[in-house]
């Protein structure tokens, strides 16, 4: 399964950081919202490809805040977390328009298999590719293309431009992209950052687009808006 942008709903903050831990050791990218405001923030930005929600959130309850993002046009399929695992309240969850129910404890094992099941069944067939203008990157073979050009990328290359495409003329600070593409391992410090963007401009060159990631001095970087 190619790595896919996720947004985890959880308040609960040592919850939040051991499913991110797990998920990012999947390559994944994800976002934390530790209510419904934030979320509703972080998906009115870049798309999702899974929404994974707890429904005991401290300012509304998870499924109102699932009504919200479908009636505002988020139509990412929905992973709904919760303590409460009746079947009463696992109708309530897939009535509101969840598309998978998971009762608390559960393991990680199981929602690694169900998001991936999400994912499948809302992506084309055939379809694995993240485009930024004419930069392809394929997520199955690990190659980034510009027309007929194409470059090969390591895993972390590959995590580090998915990320930076997903977040298309969006600033992210090296502490962000550490957070997604080196997640919790151990000893890694933020020049790390700096050395795979140097990478990443290395293979961008061979394409023609060096200059597609933009350093913001003292912040971070940005891939360049491509009209």
């Not at 050791?25 to 798309?47: C, K, M, Q, R, W």
């Not at 991936?116 to 997520?139: I, K, T």
């Amino acid at each position: 399964m190619a790595a896919m942008h996720l947004l985890l709903v959880e308040d609960e903050p040592r919850m939040a950081e051991l499913v991110r831990r797990v998920l990012v050791a999947e390559h994944h990218t994800v976002d934390i919202a530790p209510d419904a405001v934030s979320a509703l923030a972080f998906a009115g930005g870049a798309p999702y490809d899974v929404l994974v929600l707890d429904r005991g959130l401290p300012d509304i309850d998870g499924l109102e805040l699932l009504g919200l993002l479908r009636s505002r046009g988020v139509t990412s399929p929905a992973l709904m977390l919760t303590a409460l695992g009746s079947v009463e309240h696992r109708v309530q969850g897939l009535d509101a328009g969840a598309d998978d129910y998971l009762a608390k404890p559960f393991a990680f094992s199981e929602l690694l298999a169900r998001i991936r099941a999400l994912a499948r069944r809302a992506a084309p067939a055939g379809e694995s590719r993240l485009a930024v203008g004419d930069l392809e990157l394929d997520e199955e073979r690990h190659v980034a293309r510009v027309g007929p050009a194409a470059a090969d990328l390591s895993a972390r290359e590959f995590a580090l431009l998915a990320y930076l495409m997903r977040n298309e003329g969006r600033v992210v600070t090296r502490q962000q992209i550490l957070d997604a593409v080196w997640g919790a391992e151990p000893d890694v410090y933020s020049n790390v950052v700096d050395l795979y963007v140097s990478y990443l401009r290395r293979k961008l060159g061979e394409l023609g687009r060096a200059d597609l990631i933009r350093t913001v001095r003292g912040v971070g970087y940005a891939l360049r808006e491509v009209p």
